[in-house]
């Protein structure tokens, strides 16, 4: 069974930086992909980025591309989401998301496994 636990989220001034992880068990990096997704109260989940393992390639949002970097710890079996030069718009609720069959998308449906979230503020 599949489990990721997101941790990392805070409190930050803008302009800051906060690193979130998701620690993923029962999930096999290799050949797969695990995305960064963000909801705030009341609008719809987003995508932020996605890291497709194989080949370590990455993709963002583009409201995050250049401040928000996503990488991999195979022994760790976790996923980082660094984020720089934080904006007051970038408060939400973070979590990131699995799937064996879909493959690398934007789209939240098609992610089977998610974690709990973990919340980011940043203030002005």
């Known amino acids: 069974q599949v489990h990721l636990v997101e941790s990392g989220g805070g409190s930050v001034q803008a302009g800051g930086s906060l690193r979130l992880s998701c620690a993923a068990s029962g999930y096999t990096f290799s050949g797969n992909c695990m995305a960064w997704f963000r909801q705030v109260q009341g609008k719809e989940r987003e995508g932020v980025g996605l890291i497709f393992f194989m080949g370590n390639v990455t993709s963002y949002a583009d409201s995050v591309k250049g401040r928000f970097t996503i990488s991999q710890d195979n022994v760790e079996n976790t996923v980082y989401l660094q984020m720089n030069s934080l904006k007051p718009e970038d408060t939400a609720m973070y979590y990131c998301?699995?799937?064996?069959?879909?493959?690398?998308?934007?789209?939240?449906?098609?992610?089977?496994?998610w974690g709990h979230g973990t919340q980011v503020t940043v203030s002005s």
């Open positions: 998301a699995a799937d064996e069959k879909y493959g690398c998308t934007w789209y939240v449906g098609t992610y089977k496994y």
